[in-house]
């Protein structure tokens, strides 16, 4: 079997900032809490927890003195305020890919621009990236266009979340072009993104079959599967390094890549298990 490990994989440079800011919190203070998950990898966050980490979703009961890191998917304005306000420490390990995206969104809407962002409604970067700005919407795929369609202004800004894939982006603003005067685009995917998103093209394609690996709460990890679903019947999603390996000996050739969360470790165990075969 010829494995094929992906150029671009291992820890994002969002990532591995996010966990190095963590770790040396942790190392330098005693109270140190995060809200929510401070990436989108449950053995990451459990790691980031056992080195003394207190993963929290209520800032209202953290104790004085505190000191509250920011995750690498970002925060409302008003997460930044409520800490501000209990004058607690914050330490922001928002990945500067969102951050800058914050920036061009409130930018857009002091040149007058309505604010949409192309992305996932639910996910916490387009939180987020609206919670940062006055008003805007948040649109996920050119079907709810026509939804949206009655709240469009004349004049639109269009951003989109960082993992988002261009196909989805370009067919969104195919769309939102019929309905406003006014449109513009800013591309707002990030570069590990698009670098993983054309390698997957290319493993799907030569590749008899391809595992994308990472969390399932993860959305790059998610548009990965998507991606080389469309081009390869043979594609798995799978969380961890836990495979049965029986399952690939019919594969003559197996690619691998992972989420931009995912551990480089992880994908080298899979490929080394493989090679055994
Ligand atoms: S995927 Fe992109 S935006 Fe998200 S943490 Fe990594 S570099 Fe930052």
Not at 36 to 44: K, Q, R
Not at 199 to 207: A, G, N, P, Q, R
Request: glycine letters at 8%.
């Amino acid at each position: 079997m010829k494995i094929y490990l992906a150029k671009h994989c291992g820890f994002c440079f969002g990532v591995k900032r996010a966990i190095k800011i963590a770790r040396e919190t942790a190392a330098k203070y005693e109270n140190v809490y995060i809200k929510g998950d401070l990436v989108h990898n449950e053995d990451v966050c459990k790691s980031i927890e056992e080195s003394g980490i207190k993963r929290t979703d209520s800032l209202e009961s953290l104790p004085k003195g505190s000191n509250v890191i920011i995750k690498a998917h970002g925060e409302p304005l008003k997460t930044y305020k409520c800490l501000k306000l209990m004058g607690l420490n914050i330490v922001d390990a928002t990945c500067p890919m969102v951050k800058d995206i914050h920036k061009k969104a409130q930018e857009l809407e002091e040149k007058g621009y309505q604010v949409v962002i192309i992305g996932d409604r639910n996910h916490e970067e387009t939180k987020g990236i609206l919670g940062n700005i006055a008003s805007g919407a948040i649109i996920e795929n050119k079907d709810e266009v026509l939804k949206f369609k009655d709240g469009l202004k004349d004049k639109i800004g269009v951003l989109c979340q960082s993992t988002q894939t261009l196909e989805n982006v370009t067919a969104t603003m195919h769309e939102l072009s019929k309905q406003t005067e006014e449109l513009l685009f800013i591309n707002t995917i990030c570069n590990p993104t698009r670098l993983r998103q054309k390698e997957i093209e290319k493993l799907s394609s030569k590749c008899d079959a391809v595992l994308i690996v990472g969390s399932k709460k993860s959305a790059n990890t998610k548009r990965l599967y998507e991606a080389a679903k469309k081009i390869n019947k043979s594609s798995f999603w799978i969380m961890s390094e836990k495979i049965n390996k029986n399952h690939f000996r019919k594969f003559k050739s197996v690619g691998i890549i992972g989420g931009a969360s995912t551990p480089v470790e992880v994908l080298q165990k899979i490929a080394g298990g493989l090679n055994d075969l």
